[in-house]
């Protein structure tokens, strides 16, 4: 059974470039939540996603990020025109249900030079 | 705003030792609190989590104690190893069922 899944693992951009992340949530998870994390830091919540929605973004810059979570493929956090300031740890969770227990899967290293 | 505080931000102890991690959350509508382990480089994982219709849990070394009066709830890891050596987030649900990470503690194992 595997677990969450994300890819690319590690991701360098130039500023100003795009930034697609990706994230395949557990088998029968339908929910999903990306998180950012600097370094020495905590885990800052960004968007929560459910299959084919958004129900909180509370978390998300109003600019330059947007997610989604398709019917059919991974759930994709995109960070345009990415600053030196993105650079982070982005992790996505998955959990079967709301409230339920949230599996990480191993991140995305985000470096901007 | 709702939020969750977390101390010690770092804790050393002695290997063999008892280490006891604390958090407060402001929403009295919190029922779920799970603790998550990461180690240099890797994902959190879940170590242990309880519900607020129990006062406390064990598993093993680790145990966490709740109290919904206080607002209050700790991590207790007892006779530690180097393998414990790691940062532990503690996280409540709000009550539209958000989870709020605490900020962390980084916890070192002394030889």
């Known amino acids: 059974n595997a677990g969450v899944m994300q890819n690319p693992r590690h991701l360098v951009r130039r500023r100003g470039q795009e930034a697609r992340l990706r994230c395949s949530p557990m088998k029968g998870h339908s929910h999903v939540y990306w998180y950012r994390q600097l370094p020495e830091e905590g885990l800052k919540f960004m968007v929560y996603?459910?299959?084919?929605?958004?129900?909180?973004e509370s978390g998300m810059p109003k600019e330059r990020f947007s997610a989604e979570f398709p019917k059919e493929g991974p759930s994709i956090l995109r960070i345009q025109q990415v600053v030196r300031g993105d650079s982070a740890a982005y992790f996505c969770a998955s959990s079967r249900n709301l409230a339920e227990t949230q599996y990480f899967g191993p991140g995305t290293r985000l470096l901007v030079l | 705003g709702e939020n969750v505080e977390q101390h010690p931000s770092t804790l050393s102890v002695q290997e063999g030792d008892s280490a006891v991690i604390k958090c407060t959350y402001s929403?009295?509508?919190?029922?779920?609190f799970p603790w998550y382990k990461q180690e240099l480089g890797k994902r959190p994982q879940l170590i242990i989590d309880?519900?607020?219709?129990?006062g406390e849990k064990k598993d093993q070394r680790i145990a966490v104690t709740l109290n919904k009066t206080a607002k209050h709830f700790s991590l207790h890891i007892t006779e530690t190893q180097p393998e414990d050596s790691a940062v532990y987030f503690c996280?409540?649900?709000?009550?539209?069922?958000?989870?709020?990470f605490g900020k962390g503690t980084r916890l070192h194992i002394l030889p």
């Open positions: 929403d009295s509508a919190s029922n779920y």
């Open positions: 309880i519900r607020s219709n129990v």
């Open positions: 996603l459910q299959k084919e929605n958004i129900i909180d």
């Open positions: 996280a409540a649900t709000l009550r539209d069922d958000k989870i709020i």
